[in-house]
C-alpha cells in the first residue's frame, strides 16, 4: 500500500479585520489615520499525518478548530503557509454542499454545472446524469429552476453529483447528514461503496458514532493545533472522555505524540 | 496524456459556464439577446442625430467613422465591466472547488465576443450601405480585433482582481470609462490638434485601435507597422499584468470574500 496524503508539520495562516468590503479610498483613509487593522493567525497549526491508500480519517474537533481549513488545504484550496502537504492521486472535494449552485438555472443544468466542477468530463456527465437525478430522486424537478427545490433536495442533488465521482483522494465536510432518514441510510451505503473501491477518504463529522462506524483513523484538532492522531476508537474515546469534561487535552497532547509514531 | 485529460475537463468547465452566463443573461429579457444588438445601434443613432452637424461635417463616411469608434469601445466597456465582477461573483465556487479562477473571466468575455460580433456583421452592412469598396485589405481587421480581445481579457484580469480587494473600484471605473470615452476620438477627428497632441492619442489603446480599423475600413490603408506594434504592445502589456496579479494573488483571493 502506498502513500496517499502526506502532511508535514502544516500551518495555515487566516487573515480577518479591517480588509474586507472597504473600498480604495476607505483603505487609503485608515492607512493614513493608522486605523488599519489585520489580524492574523493559524487557522491551522502544526499537523502532521499519513495516511495510507484505502485509509478512512475522520477529523474531530469542536467548532473553530482549523478542520475546514485543513480540508480545503487537502483540496488545494488553500496553501499551507509554512510545512507541505502532498495529495496523490486525485483529489474529489465536497465542502458545503448545497452552497455554490446557481439559483436561476434549472436542476439539469446545474447539475451539469457542478460535475464540470468537479472535473467530470461531459461524456461522463452523460453516461451518469440519469443516474444522478435517480439517486437524489429528483425526476420531476429536473427542469425546474433551482431555487425552487428545497435545502434537502439541494444536498441531496449535491450529494448525488459528487458520490459518482472515484477518486483516489474523497473529502467530506459534514455532508453525511443530509438529507431525511431514508437518503441519509442510501447515502451511508454509497459512501461505504465508494470507500470499498480503495479510495483514501478524510471526513469531517460532528457525530462520533458515525466517525467510530466508518473511519480507521482520526485526527483530533483544538484551535488548531493537533491533539492527537491515530487509532479511531482510542482517539474517539478520548475524545468523548474530554468532552464530558473528565479529561483534559494535555493528557491527549502526550499521547497522540506516541500514537503518531506507532504509525509512522 | 494527462494534459490533454486536464484540458478536457477544463473545457467542459469552460463550455459549461459560458452556457450558464450566457443563460443567465438573456433568459429573462424578451427581447433577450436582440437587445444587445439594438442598444449600440441606438447609441450611435443619438450620437449621429447629435454630432453630424456638430462635428462631422468635413469627416468623410462620417456615420462609418462613428460607428467604427463606437464598435470598439463599446466592446471594450462591455467585455471589461461584465468581467470586473467575474470573479467575486463566482467566490461561493472557487472557494469549495479548486478550479482555475480565470475561467470565471474568460467565459463572461465570450459572451462579450459574440455580441461584438454581432455588431460587427451590422457594422459591415452599414460600410456596404455607405458605398464603401470592400477590398482583401479587411482581412487586416482581424489584427485589431485579435489584439483587443486580448486586451480585454488583460483589463478584465486585473480588473477583477482588483474588485475583489477593493468594491469601491467599479464607480472609479465607470468614471474612468467615460472619461476614455471621450479621449478616444469617437466622435469627433483629430486633425485639428498638433502633431504632439496627436501622438498623445497613441496613448489611450482604444484609440489605437479604432484608428485602426477606420484606416482600413474608411482609408483604404494599411496602418503603419508602428501602429501594428503599439496595438499589440497594449495588449501584451495588459495581459501579463493580469496574468501576474492572477499567479501571485491566487491564493489570497478566498481572504477577501
Redesign the interface.
Given at each position: 500500500m502506498g502513500i496517499a496524503i502526506k502532511a508535514e508539520n502544516i500551518a495555515i495562516r487566516y487573515i480577518t479585520g479591517d480588509f474586507k468590503d472597504i473600498g480604495l479610498k476607505e483603505y487609503v483613509m485608515r492607512k493614513l489615520t493608522r486605523n488599519y487593522h489585520v489580524k492574523e493567525f493559524m487557522a491551522v497549526d502544526g499537523v502532521t499525518f499519513e495516511l495510507e491508500e484505502g485509509d478512512m480519517l475522520g477529523i474531530i474537533g469542536s467548532n473553530g478548530a482549523g478542520k475546514s481549513t485543513l480540508l480545503k488545504a487537502v483540496a488545494g484550496i488553500m496553501v499551507p503557509t509554512r510545512g507541505t502537504i502532498n495529495a496523490y492521486g486525485e483529489v474529489a472535494a465536497l465542502l458545503e454542499l448545497g452552497s455554490g449552485f446557481d439559483g436561476d438555472l434549472s436542476v439539469k443544468e446545474n447539475a451539469y454545472l457542478r460535475g464540470a466542477m468537479l472535473g467530470y468530463t461531459k461524456q461522463f456527465m452523460d453516461d451518469k446524469y440519469s443516474e444522478i437525478i435517480d439517486f437524489a430522486g429528483l425526476w420531476e424537478f429536473e427542469n425546474r429552476p433551482f431555487k425552487q427545490l428545497s435545502s434537502g433536495m439541494k444536498s441531496r442533488l449535491a450529494f448525488s453529483i459528487a458520490s459518482m465521482v472515484n477518486p483516489d483522494i474523497l473529502i467530506l465536510d459534514e455532508v453525511l447528514s443530509v438529507g431525511d432518514g431514508a437518503f441519509q441510510t442510501k447515502s451511508a451505503e454509497k459512501m461505504r461503496e465508494i470507500i470499498s473501491r480503495g479510495a483514501t477518504t478524510i471526513l469531517v463529522s460532528h457525530s462520533l458514532q458515525q466517525i467510530r462506524e466508518l473511519c480507521n483513523k482520526v485526527l483530533w484538532l483544538d484551535h488548531g493545533r493537533q491533539i492527537a492522531f491515530g487509532e479511531a476508537q482510542e482517539i474517539c474515546d478520548r475524545y468523548e472522555f474530554y468532552l464530558q469534561g473528565k479529561g483534559d487535552i494535555g493528557d491527549g497532547n502526550i499521547d497522540a505524540t506516541s500514537a503518531g509514531c506507532d504509525l509512522g | 496524456m494527462k494534459t490533454i485529460q486536464k484540458f478536457?475537463?477544463n473545457y467542459?468547465?469552460f463550455?459549461?459556464?459560458v452556457?450558464?452566463d450566457f443563460?443567465?443573461k438573456y433568459?429573462r429579457t424578451i427581447l433577450g439577446m436582440a437587445w444587445s444588438v439594438i442598444s449600440p445601434l441606438l447609441t450611435l443613432f443619438v450620437m449621429h442625430l447629435v454630432f453630424s452637424n456638430l462635428l462631422g461635417s468635413n469627416i468623410s463616411h462620417y456615420t462609418i467613422y462613428l460607428f467604427a469608434g463606437q464598435l470598439i469601445f463599446s466592446f471594450f466597456s462591455d467585455s471589461t465591466n461584465e468581467g470586473m465582477t467575474s470573479l467575486l461573483n463566482n467566490a461561493?465556487?472557487?472557494?469549495?472547488?479548486?478550479?482555475p479562477k480565470y475561467m470565471f473571466l474568460f467565459s463572461k468575455n465570450v459572451s462579450s465576443l459574440i455580441n461584438f460580433g454581432i455588431t460587427l456583421a451590422i457594422f459591415f452592412a452599414f460600410v456596404l450601405l455607405d458605398g464603401i469598396d470592400v477590398t482583401w485589405k479587411f482581412v487586416f481587421l482581424l489584427y485589431p480585433i485579435l489584439c483587443l480581445v486580448i486586451f480585454n481579457l488583460g483589463m478584465g484580469l486585473i480588473l477583477s482582481a482588483l474588485y475583489v480587494?477593493?468594491?469601491?473600484?467599479q464607480y472609479?471605473y465607470s468614471i474612468f470609462t467615460l472619461l476614455l470615452m471621450y479621449m478616444s476620438a469617437i466622435f469627433y477627428s483629430i486633425d485639428g490638434f498638433s502633431q504632439i497632441g496627436k501622438n498623445l492619442f497613441l496613448l489611450n489603446p482604444i484609440y489605437v485601435y479604432i484608428r485602426y480599423v477606420r484606416k482600413i475600413v474608411i482609408e483604404g490603408d494599411i496602418p503603419s507597422i508602428w501602429l501594428h506594434l503599439i496595438a499589440a504592445g497594449y495588449s501584451i502589456v495588459a495581459f501579463a499584468v493580469g496574468y501576474l496579479i492572477y499567479k501571485k494573488k491566487n491564493?489570497s483571493f478566498?481572504?477577501?470574500v
Amino acid at each position: 500500500m502506498g502513500i496517499a496524503i502526506k502532511a508535514e508539520n502544516i500551518a495555515i495562516r487566516y487573515i480577518t479585520g479591517d480588509f474586507k468590503d472597504i473600498g480604495l479610498k476607505e483603505y487609503v483613509m485608515r492607512k493614513l489615520t493608522r486605523n488599519y487593522h489585520v489580524k492574523e493567525f493559524m487557522a491551522v497549526d502544526g499537523v502532521t499525518f499519513e495516511l495510507e491508500e484505502g485509509d478512512m480519517l475522520g477529523i474531530i474537533g469542536s467548532n473553530g478548530a482549523g478542520k475546514s481549513t485543513l480540508l480545503k488545504a487537502v483540496a488545494g484550496i488553500m496553501v499551507p503557509t509554512r510545512g507541505t502537504i502532498n495529495a496523490y492521486g486525485e483529489v474529489a472535494a465536497l465542502l458545503e454542499l448545497g452552497s455554490g449552485f446557481d439559483g436561476d438555472l434549472s436542476v439539469k443544468e446545474n447539475a451539469y454545472l457542478r460535475g464540470a466542477m468537479l472535473g467530470y468530463t461531459k461524456q461522463f456527465m452523460d453516461d451518469k446524469y440519469s443516474e444522478i437525478i435517480d439517486f437524489a430522486g429528483l425526476w420531476e424537478f429536473e427542469n425546474r429552476p433551482f431555487k425552487q427545490l428545497s435545502s434537502g433536495m439541494k444536498s441531496r442533488l449535491a450529494f448525488s453529483i459528487a458520490s459518482m465521482v472515484n477518486p483516489d483522494i474523497l473529502i467530506l465536510d459534514e455532508v453525511l447528514s443530509v438529507g431525511d432518514g431514508a437518503f441519509q441510510t442510501k447515502s451511508a451505503e454509497k459512501m461505504r461503496e465508494i470507500i470499498s473501491r480503495g479510495a483514501t477518504t478524510i471526513l469531517v463529522s460532528h457525530s462520533l458514532q458515525q466517525i467510530r462506524e466508518l473511519c480507521n483513523k482520526v485526527l483530533w484538532l483544538d484551535h488548531g493545533r493537533q491533539i492527537a492522531f491515530g487509532e479511531a476508537q482510542e482517539i474517539c474515546d478520548r475524545y468523548e472522555f474530554y468532552l464530558q469534561g473528565k479529561g483534559d487535552i494535555g493528557d491527549g497532547n502526550i499521547d497522540a505524540t506516541s500514537a503518531g509514531c506507532d504509525l509512522g | 496524456m494527462k494534459t490533454i485529460q486536464k484540458f478536457k475537463k477544463n473545457y467542459f468547465l469552460f463550455s459549461e459556464l459560458v452556457r450558464r452566463d450566457f443563460t443567465k443573461k438573456y433568459k429573462r429579457t424578451i427581447l433577450g439577446m436582440a437587445w444587445s444588438v439594438i442598444s449600440p445601434l441606438l447609441t450611435l443613432f443619438v450620437m449621429h442625430l447629435v454630432f453630424s452637424n456638430l462635428l462631422g461635417s468635413n469627416i468623410s463616411h462620417y456615420t462609418i467613422y462613428l460607428f467604427a469608434g463606437q464598435l470598439i469601445f463599446s466592446f471594450f466597456s462591455d467585455s471589461t465591466n461584465e468581467g470586473m465582477t467575474s470573479l467575486l461573483n463566482n467566490a461561493e465556487i472557487f472557494t469549495k472547488v479548486n478550479v482555475p479562477k480565470y475561467m470565471f473571466l474568460f467565459s463572461k468575455n465570450v459572451s462579450s465576443l459574440i455580441n461584438f460580433g454581432i455588431t460587427l456583421a451590422i457594422f459591415f452592412a452599414f460600410v456596404l450601405l455607405d458605398g464603401i469598396d470592400v477590398t482583401w485589405k479587411f482581412v487586416f481587421l482581424l489584427y485589431p480585433i485579435l489584439c483587443l480581445v486580448i486586451f480585454n481579457l488583460g483589463m478584465g484580469l486585473i480588473l477583477s482582481a482588483l474588485y475583489v480587494f477593493f468594491r469601491d473600484i467599479q464607480y472609479l471605473y465607470s468614471i474612468f470609462t467615460l472619461l476614455l470615452m471621450y479621449m478616444s476620438a469617437i466622435f469627433y477627428s483629430i486633425d485639428g490638434f498638433s502633431q504632439i497632441g496627436k501622438n498623445l492619442f497613441l496613448l489611450n489603446p482604444i484609440y489605437v485601435y479604432i484608428r485602426y480599423v477606420r484606416k482600413i475600413v474608411i482609408e483604404g490603408d494599411i496602418p503603419s507597422i508602428w501602429l501594428h506594434l503599439i496595438a499589440a504592445g497594449y495588449s501584451i502589456v495588459a495581459f501579463a499584468v493580469g496574468y501576474l496579479i492572477y499567479k501571485k494573488k491566487n491564493h489570497s483571493f478566498l481572504y477577501y470574500v
